[in-house]
Structures are given as structure tokens and as C-alpha cells.
């Protein structure tokens, strides 16, 4: 696509149930990064894939938070029993290759309100 | 530990004055700088790096290695710079090339 599409733009669930958050990258691109935003404060990172593995996820806070893309390209981030501390953006970036070179494109984000 | 201090978190100005927008880093290894720009009802996006040396939108930014910083700065802000501003660093920390994000600081220019 044009650029890093992310759904649903908002969500709101109670506390305690499972939600997935989608993230559909520029095509192509291989590296694909979620950070989650609180408000009042800069993105978070959360995991890295590189192609369909995760490289790196160091960032998720727990074990009730997942994430896949399983064909290199859709990635989806899952969590489970989820709690009002959830509550924040979350946020989607795709590269072509190292952020450094090239930086990230970002989604416009999910917004999760857990109630 | 790696980090970014932005230490304003709301800057205000007049239209025609000069903008810098501060950031120091923390890092023990080579670090990229970069500087994202968020719009009202926009989402994030790259404004510049460190590496390209560029000006964007009349913007530049400076690596600073003795002092640790990458201060933004504009000679005259303009009503459309008003915007939420995140310095990030990125290098090689922990074998992935993730950002590390400042706090951010709202840019308020007035006319």
C-alpha cells in the first residue's frame, strides 16, 4: 500500500477481554517495529520483526502480549486479559531496511481504551 | 542506559522568532540521531537525520558528541511548525535498530 495502514483506528474493551491490533506495512518492506504511546509521553518500543521472525522483543511489558506476521508482511500484536494500564496508542512503523539509513514511516496508530 | 532527555515539554514562540528545540542523549555506542514531527491529526513522521545533514522545512540539527545533544533549531518559526516534535536514537542496542524516543515537546508558534 501507500503507506503503513493500521486497524481499528480506535478500540474500546473491557477489562479482562482479548483484542488484536492490525498492522498492514508499506509493501516491500521488511522491517516492521510496534511501539505503544502513553499519553504525556514518547513512543515505547515493543517488538521487532525482521521478514517474519521477531528480532527483537525485548519491549513487550509482558507474557499477555504477543505479536506474529506470519508471511513477512500483515503483522498482528494480541493482547490478552487486558488491563485499564493498557490503555494507550499503539503504534505501527515500517523500513526498508535499518532505521538509521533510512527511518521509519508510522501508522496513524490504534488507540486502545480499556474499561 | 540509553535515553533522551527533552527537557521542554510546551515552547512557545512568536511568528519570525528563532526556535530550538533541545535534546541530549545518553549512549555508549555510535548513536543515529533523528527528529520526528507530529502534526494535529497526523500521524508521526520523519522530519531529519543526523547522518544526511539536511534541512527540512528551514529546520537543522546538529550531532553534538562532547555534549551529548541534537537541538533542533529554526531561525524563523513559522505558524505551520506548530506541531508536537520527539527526538529518537537509534543504533545497534541489543542487536536491533529500534528507537528510543523522547518525552516530545509541543511547538507553539504564535502569530
Known amino acids: 500500500g501507500a503507506g503503513v495502514s493500521q486497524t481499528p483506528s480506535n478500540k474500546v474493551t473491557e477489562k479482562g477481554k482479548y483484542v488484536e491490533l492490525r498492522c498492514d506495512p508499506i509493501s516491500g518492506h521488511t522491517a516492521l517495529y510496534w511501539y505503544r504511546q502513553s499519553l504525556g509521553q514518547g513512543p515505547e518500543f515493543l517488538i521487532y520483526f525482521q521478514g517474519t521472525g521477531a528480532a527483537d522483543d525485548s519491549g513487550l511489558p509482558n507474557d499477555r502480549f504477543f505479536a506474529v506476521r506470519p508471511e513477512g508482511s500483515v503483522s498482528t500484536l494480541k493482547i490478552q486479559r487486558t488491563e485499564r494500564g493498557d490503555s494507550a496508542v499503539y503504534l505501527c512503523?515500517?523500513?526498508?531496511?535499518?532505521?538509521?539509513?533510512?527511518?521509519?514511516?508510522f501508522g496513524s496508530g490504534t488507540r486502545l481504551t480499556v474499561v | 542506559a540509553q535515553r533522551v532527555t527533552q527537557p521542554e515539554k510546551l515552547l512557545s514562540v512568536f511568528k519570525g522568532a528563532p526556535v530550538e528545540l533541545k535534546c541530549n542523549y545518553s549512549?555508549?555506542?555510535?548513536?543515529?540521531l533523528f527528529w520526528y514531527v507530529q502534526y494535529s491529526r497526523q500521524r508521526l513522521q520523519l522530519l531529519l537525520r543526523h547522518i544526511s545533514r539536511e534541512s527540512i522545512k528551514g529546520f537543522t540539527a546538529d550531532l553534538n558528541k562532547g555534549e551529548t545533544s541534537f537541538h533542533l533549531k529554526k531561525p524563523f518559526a513559522q505558524e505551520e511548525d506548530s506541531a508536537m516534535y520527539y527526538c529518537a536514537l537509534s543504533g545497534h542496542l541489543s542487536g536491533t535498530y529500534k528507537y528510543i524516543f523522547g518525552t516530545g515537546t509541543r511547538l507553539k508558534v504564535l502569530a
Open positions: 549512549y555508549s555506542g555510535s548513536p543515529e
Open positions: 512503523a515500517s523500513s526498508a531496511g535499518t532505521a538509521a539509513n533510512y527511518g521509519y514511516t
